[in-house]
């Protein structure tokens, strides 16, 4: 961030020639009154006329295609049929041949003309050479295939349960019935449809065709669906389907009953599993996920934490972290808690925080890094006490609510609030006796404080961190003002973090008070604003403004970051402005931006800085992915670093 191949030469006269002297008999019988015999004697073609080959005889039943026909009922139409197939030129279509060619009654429409084809013992020679190595060779249509493709449909006995001889129809009506069915596989060529395997795969997925297994998939929230699968298929994309299908133990059936699964997540499951298909939402990619897991198929699994790590919000962020710790994700249950710890009274509050498991509950109430007030936290855990409630269908009382939360209660730092807050609050709500209630009134207001069942240290919090991008400040006597312009300047990143607010310089007359509005915009979509001022005391320092909420900033991607100030005319501004910054290990990187309208660019201006939560590398060795740094001050809050301001 930091910075079409030639076509083929047809075959010659003489080799031609040569193909029409190894044409194989043709195989013809009597009047329209006499009977086909029961086998049919082939002389097969080969490559060498030299080499004599056994004569073949074959049971007309058990020939690779016996097709039956129903011709215009005169002479010429097989004529008709021959003269084109042997126009082809080509020895693989020369040896198949329509043997019927004696005159058909027309006055016998009962009677159905049998034709019969001989088959070479070994593949013919292609009349089109080999590509040489590293060529592209690209098809060259077959007139005599093309026709017949288009005069004829074959319909395989096989797909459409028709007794063994195959039969030829008329070529409207088959297309038209082939193209009302569903399946594309249910045409009599679906195969040379198909421009590669992944795309042959994807017709067998979810398919009846020659499907040797059948899965009855439903959930708790779900009616039972069927899906036809093949057991190859899923044996070399699961070591689960290879012991269940081809293991010491393996299933013997034929159906298979999966009770715990989503049918929407199974279907998904079984397109990555045939043609690498992955499609993922918000409502699907946790039951994808689980059943990956649970057939054990790494890569799709990893598809879903990566499409959850992108998607990831304070508002999913607490569900996220339950599911992570339920399969065993270390990865993305980190990344949950970067964002749990910097936007954390975003993430107590969204819904599913009040969905999240018991010990996921514990485990964030005991977060040393929430970054939040302790009176939202206590909010939250009393939410989720009354959401569980409802499910173990429990009246939502004081000692319900106490009973439910258990040992979670007790890691609520309440005597870190503040008097007010816990009198308007917590004391009120019943939950806590009264013994309870009256030592923590006493450590509040008592020189000698009792002692408490509660944590009385605040939380740590996070440490915000400064990206500084200009070298030195400046004032002139006839530069930088305001009169309600736009400072903008844009900027992206290298990794995620969390834009806290804006450092601003302030007047160069005196010490003066500036009203400011600031905006943060992605791809001019508004993410947070905020209306508010700042005391400069004259000099160059930069002062610090701050958004109500922290804002999650996603890599590669270009911010806008805009501030109008209303005040003193005349202020500081920065110069020699940087592109390139590196704070810790995140990367900014800088940019003009067309909102701009008071001068600010990356070589001076205003904005000078921007305060974030960025994760820092942990000096632990057992901890490898990027943890956020703490306040080493005790009581630090986001709250708590607003209204701060540091000297350049």
Not at 59 to 74: E, G, H, I, K, M
Not at 85 to 90: F, L, P, Q, T, V
Request: aromatic share 8%; hydrophobic share 35%.
């Amino acid at each position: 961030m930091l910075s079409p191949s030639p076509p083929n030469s047809p075959p010659s006269t003489s080799q031609k020639d040569d193909d029409d002297d190894n044409t194989p008999p043709v195989a013809e019988f009597g009047g329209e009154n006499e009977q086909a015999p029961s086998t049919l004697t082939t002389t097969p073609t080969t490559s060498h006329p030299e080499e004599s080959q056994p004569t073949m005889t074959t049971a007309a039943s058990q020939l690779p295609l016996v097709l039956t026909t129903c011709l215009s009922a005169n002479s010429e139409s097989a004529s008709h049929i021959r003269n084109n197939i042997n126009a082809s030129g080509g020895p693989e279509h020369k040896s198949i041949f329509l043997t019927r060619s004696q005159q058909i009654n027309s006055t016998s429409s009962q009677n159905q003309n049998e034709v019969f084809i001989t088959q070479p013992h070994s593949l013919p020679a292609s009349p089109i050479p080999s590509p040489a190595p590293g060529q592209r060779q690209t098809p060259t249509p077959t007139p005599s295939i093309n026709w017949v493709s288009e005069n004829l449909v074959v319909v395989q006995n096989r797909a459409n349960n028709c007794s063994p001889t195959n039969y030829i129809s008329s070529s409207h009506a088959s297309c038209s019935a082939s193209a009302s069915r569903a399946n594309d596989t249910s045409t009599q060529d679906w195969q040379a449809l198909k421009t590669g395997v992944r795309e042959r795969n994807a017709a067998m997925c979810n398919n009846d065709l020659m499907a040797d297994v059948t899965f009855v998939v439903s959930s708790s929230s779900s009616s039972p669906v069927t899906f036809p699968a093949h057991k190859y298929v899923l044996a070399t994309g699961s070591s689960v389907f290879f012991a269940m299908f081809y293991g010491t133990l393996a299933e013997q059936g034929s159906q298979v009953v999966v009770p715990d699964v989503e049918p929407d997540a199974f279907l998904k499951m079984l397109k990555y599993l045939y043609a690498d298909e992955i499609d993922l939402d918000e409502e699907s990619v946790l039951p994808t996920l689980h059943v990956a897991k649970k057939y054990i198929i790494p890569h799709l699994a990893k598809s879903c934490v990566q499409y959850m790590e992108a998607s990831l919000t304070a508002r999913n962020a607490c569900v996220l972290l339950c599911q992570s710790r339920i399969f065993d994700e270390p990865d993305l249950m980190q990344r949950c808690w970067e964002v749990i710890d910097a936007q954390a009274e975003m993430a107590l509050n969204s819904e599913g925080f009040i969905d999240i498991d018991h010990s996921t509950l514990k485990e964030i109430l005991s977060r040393e890094t929430l970054n939040c007030k302790e009176f939202h936290v206590f909010e939250a855990a009393m939410a989720w006490a009354t959401a569980d409630c409802e499910r173990q269908e429990l009246q939502p009382t004081p000692d319900n609510l106490r009973i439910v939360l258990g040992g979670a209660l007790q890691l609520i730092r309440v005597p870190t609030m503040d008097l007010v807050e816990f009198a308007d609050g917590p004391a009120q709500v019943g939950i806590f006796s009264l013994q309870e209630c009256h030592d923590m009134f006493l450590h509040f207001t008592a020189s000698l404080k009792p002692k408490l069942a509660y944590p009385i240290v605040p939380r740590a919090g996070l440490k915000p961190q400064v990206c500084h991008r200009f070298q030195s400040s400046a004032y002139r006597s006839n530069q930088w003002r305001y009169r309600g312009r736009c400072d903008s300047i844009q900027f992206q990143v290298d990794r995620r973090i969390f834009i806290v607010g804006f450092g601003l310089y302030g007047s160069s007359t005196g010490a003066t008070t500036y009203g400011v509005h600031i905006e943060l915009k992605r791809q001019g979509r508004i993410l947070a604003e905020n209306n508010t001022e700042f005391f400069s005391d004259g000099s160059s320092n930069t002062f610090h403004v701050y958004f109500q909420q922290p804002v999650q900033i996603d890599p590669d991607i270009f911010y806008t970051a805009s501030a109008i100030l209303d005040g003193m005319e005349l202020s500081y501004f920065g110069q020699e402005g940087m592109t390139d910054v590196a704070v810790s290990n995140v990367a900014f990187q800088f940019q003009c931006s067309s909102e701009s309208t008071n001068g600010t660019g990356v070589q001076g201006g205003q904005i000078p800085e921007l305060i974030f939560y960025g994760p820092t590398p942990t000096l632990s060795s057992s901890q490898n992915s990027p943890q956020f740094s703490q306040e080493n001050n005790s009581g630090s809050s986001f709250a708590g670093i607003q209204g701060s301001s540091h000297s350049q």
